[in-house]
Structure formats: C-alpha cells, structure tokens
C-alpha cells in the first residue's frame, strides 16, 4: 500500500512516508500502519539423563524456541505457550523484539515417560502471540521444525524402541511314589521367570514347550517387572 517498501530498504514513497533500511520507527502522514508479523521455530535435543545408551522413563527433551520478528514494527510483551501441559516453558514472555530480528532467549524442557517410549516418539508444538506497536495481536499458532523440510510442522522427538525379553526355566524333580529313585511317573515340575530388559511394554507374552504342559498366560510385563 502506498508504494511503502516493505523490503525497509531507503527511498520515500507518494505520500512522503520515510523508511530506512534497518529502522523500526515509521513517519506516515495518512495514517499508514506498516505490516507486523511474527513466526515461531522449535529444536529438541534429547538428553540421556541416566546415560544407559536408550531413551527411557526419566530422559528429557530439551527446546529452543526461536521467535522470529517478520515484520516491520517492534513486537513486545512477546509469549511462547507449548501445547503439551508437560512442557516446561523458560524465558516467556520477551520484553520486546525488533523488526527484522529473533530471539533465542525461550527454552522449554520435557520428562519422558513410558506412555511416550512405548509410542516411539514425542510430538508437541507451540505458538506465540505478540503486541505490535497500534496495539493489535499478531499470532503464529503453529511452530515450525526447521529440521524439516515441511512448513508449519510439529516437533518429533525419536525414542528408540528396543523390545527384550528373559525367560529363565528351572526344574524340580517329584518322586511321586516316593520309592527314593527315578522312575516311571515320577514328575518334573518347572518354573519359569519372564523378565521385560528392553525398554517398552510388553503384551500378550506366552510360553511354549513342546515337551511341557504349560500353565499360565498369557501375560503383560511393564518395563524391568518379573512374572
């Protein structure tokens, strides 16, 4: 509108607007307001708080959120919200961001839990609003991941699955007629421990002989639990 540069380069337009490369403040005589906008970028980093080599219940997911001034005005009272409750957000609201500039000031941190490792991943993303200078709101309700090629993209965070299972046997001779020697129908009866080592839930475990008649089962194991 009104030949108005919004590249903020030098130059004066029709209605004697001045604007200078690089400069936040706008001198316009028909009341022209310069456009105002702002956008939102979120990295995760997940650290192995236990240090075991695989993403389990009590790692975090630490954030930066870039907040990027797009437009030509100074942004102030800026706020990040991350829509996941379990997100802690640092360093929100930014006082003030100038025109053409970001801020890297906003982090956030997260506590894994199982319900996330046995989902493989963690998805969440964020928005954020702020005040431009005629007191209106600008709004980016959508972060971005800029690992990602795709615009406007939540932010995955990859948790590694890595399913095991130990199944020890042990035996116990029964002398049925009690005659102090192995013989015919005699029994041997056997006990089996099923342990969940990997790092998700286990469903629907079952134990197959095929010289045994096994009892039992079948069975769910939550991580690091015995049956």
């Not at 709004?139 to 130990?166: E, R, W």
């Not at 049925?176 to 790092?199: K, L, M, Q, S």
């Amino acid at each position: 509108p009104n030949g108005v540069d919004y590249a903020m380069t030098a130059g004066t337009d029709p209605t004697t607007t001045t604007v200078v490369s690089g400069q936040d403040t706008f001198s316009d005589n028909d009341g022209y307001q310069p456009p105002s906008s702002v956008e939102l970028e979120k990295v995760d980093t997940l650290v192995d708080t236990n240090g075991n080599g695989i993403a389990d219940v009590g790692d975090t997911i630490n954030y930066v959120f870039t907040v990027i001034n797009t437009g030509c005005t100074e942004l102030t009272n800026v706020i990040v919200t991350d829509d996941q409750a379990g997100v802690t957000v640092v360093g929100s609201p930014i006082a003030s961001i100038p025109a053409g500039t970001s801020d890297t000031t906003v982090t956030g941190s997260y506590v894994v839990t199982q319900d996330d490792v046995d989902a493989g991943m963690f998805i969440n993303s964020a928005s954020v609003e702020a005040t431009t200078p005629s007191g209106d709101t600008v709004v980016d309700d959508m972060s971005d991941d800029p690992d990602t090629v795709d615009p406007d993209d939540p932010t995955v965070t990859i948790l590694g699955q890595m399913p095991a299972i130990d199944l020890q046997k042990v035996g116990m001779f029964v002398d049925v007629n009690d005659n102090a020697v192995a013989d015919a129908g005699d029994i041997i009866r056997y006990t089996f421990r099923v342990e969940n080592v990997g790092n998700v839930t286990l469903f629907n475990i079952t134990i197959e002989d095929p010289l045994v008649t096994v009892v039992g089962g079948p069975i769910d194991l939550e991580v690091g639990e015995v049956d």
